[in-house]
């Protein structure tokens, strides 16, 4: 499992008239978001896999009330609409702080606070640098990939989960800000030292692209923050005539279904991207016309594609518009409505479901691939590209 310190704990907000599904990540366990009110955003399943179900009805009235009337009394709002989303049986609600909702704000934008660092767990739990970004306060201080990091902040990371060795980076029992420090325990062959370095706000490239071989390029889609249909687009415009196209999705954690419906127009001429409903109200998304309809396409996915990234897997799917290989993806699928509290909280409640075009239900289901494919899944979609058009 791996990980880098763009995500910190979960977050479940969304904003202004953004359309927003879970930003959750393998990272973060659970992590989902949402949007403002009047624009659904989506929750996720049990750890079971079950599809959560449908929250009671009047279940957003009681929670808002709750939180009223804590309002007057001079009680906190927040652990009142707290109290009543646990009795309400909607097990993706949750309330958060105004804090935690103007920092989702800026991870939405593609900039999160931290250190630049890129890291993964061994089977000995020890956590090795992968790779550090690049004009970060990591890389200032000459930090490598293939480095160990042995602690933080005098505590010892090894053994611990990625997820929380992410949160310590980012300083998130503390509520570290940009210009913090935090001190690094390294070690580099036989050499072991200490770095503190200063957090800083960065932006993450959500977008990278590659080319795999002459006939084929890779599109990697970390998440569906802030431009990134447009920057999707862009590749598919300089992909050479002929070549095919591998969309990679894996681990992809879902963002903004605005940017997730924004790349399926990439490859997609107009037509349905997904249905949703809200309190019994169905709604639709569609593609722009004028994508890519003729280039060799390959989504790859696995358990770590969530949320708006399967919304995109399936609409690709349904339409016969690319091959899906990996294994299947997480199954997060539950629309949710964010209603702000009064004292600036936001608690997010669950009012439907998102659907692919052929009706396909993905939460607590996940998508299946249309080619099982774990280790080596890579080279197996460009095995397949090579059977679906001119590429050899």
């Known amino acids: 499992m791996s990980g880098r310190d763009l995500f910190c704990q979960p977050r479940r907000f969304g904003r202004g008239a953004v359309l927003t599904l879970v930003f959750a990540s393998v990272l973060v366990a659970g992590a989902a978001t949402g949007s403002l009110p009047g624009d659904p955003g989506e929750g996720g399943r049990s750890a079971s896999g079950a599809a959560p179900s449908p929250a009671p009805v009047g279940h957003s009235e009681d929670v808002t009330r709750a939180a009223e009337e804590a309002a007057a009394d001079g009680k906190s709002p927040m652990e009142a609409a707290e109290r009543a989303v646990s009795r309400s049986g909607d097990r993706w609600a949750a309330v958060y702080s105004e804090g935690e909702y103007a920092e989702f704000e800026a991870s939405l934008d593609g900039r999160y606070t931290g250190v630049g660092l890129e890291a ?14 690049s004009g970060s306060p990591a890389a200032a201080a000459g930090i490598r990939a293939g480095d160990r990091l042995r602690s933080v902040d005098g505590r010892s990371v090894e053994g611990l989960p990625v997820t929380d060795v992410v949160s310590l980076l ?17 070690e580099r062959g036989t050499r072991a030292w200490t770095e503190t370095l200063r957090r800083a706000l960065l932006s993450t490239d959500s977008v990278t692209v590659h080319r795999l071989s002459d006939d084929t390029t890779v599109i990697t889609v970390a998440a569906f923050t802030k431009g990134v249909g447009d920057s999707v687009r862009s590749a598919v415009r ?7 196209i591998v ?26 991207v997904a249905t949703y409903d809200v309190d019994g109200d169905q709604r639709a998304l569609h ?39 990996g294994s299947r ?32 239900g993905v939460d607590g289901r996940g998508i299946t691939p249309d080619l099982e494919a774990d280790d ?11 059977g679906l058009g001119d590429v050899s």
């Open 329 to 360: 993806t997480f199954g997060k699928g539950s629309v949710q409505m964010p209603s702000r509290l009064p004292d600036g909280s936001v608690a997010e409640l669950t009012v439907g479901h998102y659907r692919t075009p052929s009706g396909h």
């Open 238 to 244: 300089r992909t050479p005539a002929g070549a095919g």
């Open 170 to 186: 980012r300083g998130d029992a503390t509520g570290a800000s940009a210009g913090s420090t935090v001190r690094l325990g390294l």
């Open 120 to 133: 993964r767990g061994d089977r000995d739990g020890r956590i090795e640098v992968t790779k550090v970004q």
């Open 247 to 272: 969309l990679d999705l894996r681990g992809n954690s879902g963002g903004l279904v605005t940017e997730a419906v924004s790349t399926a127009s990439a490859f997609l001429d107009g037509g349905l």
């Open 376 to 386: 080596g899944a890579l080279e197996r979609a460009e095995t397949v590209l090579s």
């Open 287 to 325: 593609a722009e016309g004028g994508g890519d309809t003729t280039s060799p396409l390959v989504a790859l996915v696995d358990g770590g594609t969530m949320s708006a990234a399967e919304l995109l897997t399936g609409a690709l799917q349904d339409r016969g518009r690319a091959v899906v290989v």
